[in-house]
């Protein structure tokens, strides 16, 4: 059975640094082991090299900058976040959008370092032009949606059914979609209709008990999976 990805944001919540973002990574980790599912956290720079110390789970950046080392204050270069422990990065997401050519310099950057790499995308229609550049994943997530608290799965299905027809077209590509993921059958709905998982922020890094909602997400999309 194929494992569905769970890819976990972290943002700039107030949970996402800290005691408290080293505590959720811990927790997500317990929950990953015991449901052998692939949770990924997309963690603040600062806290790549803290978290990836303390858990086995994927951690990756939330950005990286594909410039070459040498005089570029505040960047952060693949080779940075590879040494800091990460196993991979997002690339172009909605609140952080790169320039294609600087994407593609990152990517092959990232490549080369074996780094993976995930990227966002906002509409269908990009789905193959960014596929091409061949990532490891593309997550897609309608921009009006994120942190909505409505689901992509439930508001948009289309978008996700177009995005799976558009990904079959480029071969050893995952596609995730996300924003607006709520509860465990907006997990189900997205990975009946296609996707291989899903990526989400707020309704993890801002509940009371996020151990129960991954939990939740991880049960539906086990259960999602077994039906396809
Ligand atoms: O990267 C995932 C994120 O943009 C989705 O955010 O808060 O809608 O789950 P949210």
């Given at each position: 059975m194929k494992k569905p990805i769970i890819l976990v944001n972290y943002k700039t919540y107030e949970t996402s640094y800290g005691k408290r973002g080293l505590e959720l990574a811990k927790t997500l980790e317990r929950v990953s082991i015991d449901t052998s599912t692939e949770i990924i956290i997309a963690v603040p720079a600062t806290m790549i090299t803290r978290i990836s110390q303390e858990v086995s789970i994927p951690v990756y950046a939330q950005h990286v900058d594909g410039l070459p080392e040498?005089?570029?204050?505040g960047a952060v270069l693949p080779e940075h976040i590879k040494d800091a422990g990460a196993r991979g990065s997002l690339l172009n997401h909605s609140e952080r959008r790169v320039r294609l050519d600087e994407m593609d310099d990152a990517l092959k950057r990232m490549k080369k370092l074996g780094l993976e790499s995930v990227v966002c995308v906002d509409r269908y229609e990009l789905v193959v032009p960014m596929g091409l550049l061949y990532p490891t994943a593309i997550l897609i997530e309608p921009p009006e949606l994120i942190g909505s608290g409505v689901s992509v799965s439930k508001a948009k299905p289309e978008v996700i059914t177009n995005a799976v027809k558009e990904i079959r077209k480029v071969e050893g590509v995952y596609l995730i979609a996300g924003a607006g993921i709520s509860s465990g059958e907006d997990v189900f709905i997205s990975i009946k209709l296609g996707s291989d998982g899903i990526g989400v922020a707020s309704a993890v890094m801002k509940a009371k008990d996020p151990k129960k909602v991954v939990e939740s997400f991880v049960l539906e999309a086990l259960k999602a999976i077994d039906q396809k």
């Open positions: 040498g005089a570029h204050t």
